[in-house]
């Protein structure tokens, strides 16, 4: 296995440049040791974790890609990704980390430029048209979103252009235009239309059915996601009469993966967008016991609070700045008996963890997933229970 590892990292062309494979110096169960220690460091006053859940095969996993489209000093189109640190574009042709679908499309873009005579854009003069290309593929179904990201929504040529994209990779399934006219560091703009296919593409997770647009969030590693969302539940203990609370919860999806299980689902999200593409989901998936609501968590469950809602179990997957205290002292005023924490910082979960314990909880158990195999970052999956007999 070590063998194979190291003639991965040997083929790779970026290392060292592109920073995002911050780990790449070192053996894979290296870095999965380090993850460990990581959490064990911060939360090891809180109990013992289990080992860390590494990946069988830690290459290839992301299934969203993106590559920025630019020139070299011969004006050859190049794309690849952002030097750390800086605007300059490092070529990569294939990343050890992408689905090896989405390079290949990127790659059938760049020559198609030149057959068209299409410019890529050029940050300093202005000039030029297509920016980004995002490629979102679906592991289960097989289908491929391409998102071809212009400075202007002009494609000259398009219907030809899409014609020969899609004859060179069938797998293709829809094809987005997005418009991102500001100077700015976001890729995506706020424009877009639909060139061809549904402007959508749909994979299946944990035997739950999730529609993906261009900027749905969805998580980048649908293979160890799989075990996340599965121990998550595991750590829930549910048997079929809780009504769960899914905070920040985006999408739908932990909410969808728990409905089986529970008697009600409640979920709650601040992000509009993410609300909307939660209830089509549900819709997708013939869930009756789901409802999604649009609201700051914290003030949500203050309100369920007050009315004095039963919540038995509550999921929390926050930003890596974790929970604010406003949101943690909302969620002890709910007291649902158990907490599920998914975190992707241990030093924001330690200090959330601090808080609840000195309010009636305790930590039952935890244990580390590795999503992003090769970079620094790891979650972590944390059962919090109610001491019997304390009040708020």
């Excluded at 860390?52 to 489209?69: D, L, T």
């Excluded at 969030?217 to 809780?242: D, H, M, R, S």
């Excluded at 241990?346 to 970079?375: C, H, I, N, S």
Aim: charged share 25%.
């Amino acid at each position: 296995m070590e063998k194979a590892l190291e003639k991965k990292k040997a083929e790779c062309q970026a290392a060292g440049r592109c920073g995002g494979c911050q780990g790449f110096r070192e053996s894979y169960e290296a870095q999965l040791k380090k993850k460990e220690k990581m959490i064990l460091d911060n939360c090891r006053e809180f109990g013992r974790f289990a080992p860390i859940i590494g990946m069988e095969n830690p290459y290839h996993y992301r299934n969203k890609v993106h590559a920025v489209f630019g020139e070299d000093k011969h004006h050859n189109v190049i794309s690849g990704t952002y030097e750390e640190n800086s605007h300059r574009i490092v070529p990569v042709d294939n990343c050890l980390l992408d689905d090896e679908r989405a390079d290949a499309v990127i790659l059938s873009v760049r020559r198609l430029l030149k057959s068209f005579q299409i410019r890529p854009y050029n940050e300093d003069t202005g000039y030029g048209l297509l920016r980004h290309v995002l490629v979102r593929t679906a592991k289960q179904t097989g289908q491929v979103m391409v998102v071809l990201v212009l400075a202007s929504p002009i494609l000259p040529s398009k219907n030809n252009f899409i014609k020969a994209l899609v004859k060179e990779h069938p797998e293709i399934t829809t094809v987005v235009l997005n418009v991102n006219d500001r100077n700015t560091s976001m890729v995506l703009g706020e424009k877009e239309s639909v060139l061809y296919g549904k402007g959508y593409i749909e994979d299946i997770l944990c035997e739950k059915r999730f529609r993906i647009s261009a900027r749905s969030f969805y998580q980048v590693n649908p293979v160890q996601t799989e075990k996340l969302y599965q121990k998550a539940v595991e750590f829930a203990a549910l048997t079929g009469k809780e009504t769960v609370l899914d905070a920040y919860c985006g999408t739908g999806t932990i909410g969808l993966v728990a409905s089986g299980r529970a008697a009600e689902v409640i979920g709650v999200e601040k992000n509009g967008a993410a609300v909307r593409d939660a209830r089509v989901n549900a819709r997708l998936n013939g869930t009756r016991n789901i409802s999604f609501y649009e609201n700051d968590a914290g003030h949500f469950m203050t309100l369920l609070a007050r009315q004095q809602v039963r919540v038995d179990v509550v999921f929390l997957d926050p930003p890596r700045a974790g929970s604010d205290e406003a949101f943690l002292s909302a969620l002890a005023k709910l007291s649902p008996k158990r907490i599920v924490y998914i975190s992707c910082n241990p030093k924001t979960l330690a200090r959330d963890l601090r808080f609840l314990t000195g309010r009636g909880y305790r930590v039952e158990k935890g244990v580390g997933v590795d999503m992003f195999p090769w970079t620094e970052h790891v979650e972590c999956i944390v059962c919090i229970q109610k001491i019997r007999g304390k009040k708020d």
